[in-house]
């Protein structure tokens, strides 16, 4: 049986899967980015410097650690990012963004943008429709 916090769960985790289904898709289509890859470079991007620990990727990504780590190879190997070959002085290792990284999220976030209008534009009229059918009914 499912309860009211439960029931809003479950929406809220099918609204965000819609959204992460079409930016992965519009992402990976146009600029070769999953969303993920997205949310990685706008995280380095906002960092000082551009550099930003390893650790510090989790929470953006709702991912562990090992994942963030899995997830850096491809970037760097397309040089969207360079990764501390080792710990720092501080014990941290770290992940900068590269020339290369910034243009291509320059380019993604025009289309990221663009699709997220559209697409909370279309929530906006289901949800519309939606009272709109309850209030006929």
């Known amino acids: 049986m499912k309860t009211d916090s439960i029931d809003l769960f479950l ?21 070769g980015l999953s969303l ?14 551009g550099r930003q620990v390893v650790g510090d990727l989790v929470r953006p990504l709702g991912v562990q650690r090992s994942a963030v780590v ?5 970037l ?4 969207h ?7 720092a002085s501080d014990g941290k290792r770290y992940v900068a963004i590269r020339p ?3 243009r291509v999220l320059s380019e993604a976030l025009t289309t990221a943008d663009m ?5 909370f534009e279309e929530l906006k009229m289901s ?11």
Request: hydrophobic share 40%.
């Open 11 to 31: 929406k809220l985790n099918e609204a965000r899967a819609t959204v992460q289904l079409k930016l992965d898709e519009e992402l990976g289509t146009l600029h």
């Open 36 to 49: 993920s890859d997205f949310i990685v470079l706008l995280s380095l991007s906002g960092a000082k410097d």
């Open 70 to 74: 899995r997830q850096l190879i491809p």
């Open 76 to 79: 760097e190997k397309t040089g």
């Open 81 to 87: 990012i360079k990764r501390d070959s080792g710990p």
């Open 100 to 102: 290369v990284g910034r």
């Open 115 to 119: 699709h997220l209008l559209r697409l």
């Open 127 to 137: 949800k519309m429709d939606f009272h709109a059918k309850r209030l006929a009914g």
